[in-house]
């Protein structure tokens, strides 16, 4: 894996190891006792944890889905720690129960530096919706 030397290294990172479906390199993007909340509201603590929620899933119904990431705002709050959000753009293909279709998620991340390299801290996955309908959209139907 490339190392993340900056903070801006993330959202590529996360979409390439998502990509090739290896979560090995997804594990590594989270510091050891890192907490990730997925767009369902599922918490879990720690890079096995991390791994465990995703591994079913990349070799299921995600196992021929890719992600396109685009960063939007990285906000020091110190010299090691960084508020950072993108959207995100997953396209799940023909393995997904509901096949072929795609979802916006909006990724609210907090990284630190330990050491020379960015991990994530903290990351929450936000699914766009319609509020009055509670379907899902995407970017540009209503939404930035």
Partial sequence: MTPLKQPEDI????????NR????????LFQAD?????????????V?????LHAPIHATIYRDSTLENELIDVVPIGPDAV???????LAAGAAHPAGAHSVDTLILAVLTRRGSEW??????????????????????????
């Fill in 34 to 46: 890192a907490t990730f909340v997925n767009r369902f509201g599922h918490y879990v603590r720690g």
């Fill in 48 to 52: 096995d944890e991390i791994v465990e």
């Fill in 21 to 28: 479906h290896d979560m090995q390199a997804f594990g590594a």
């Fill in 83 to 89: 508020i950072m959000h993108f959207w995100s753009r």
């Fill in 11 to 18: 959202p590529h990172a996360f979409q390439a190891a998502w």
């Fill in 119 to 144: 991990r994530i801290q903290a990351l929450e996955n936000v699914t766009l919706t319609n509020p009055r309908t509670g379907e899902t959209v995407l970017r540009g139907e209503g939404h930035p």
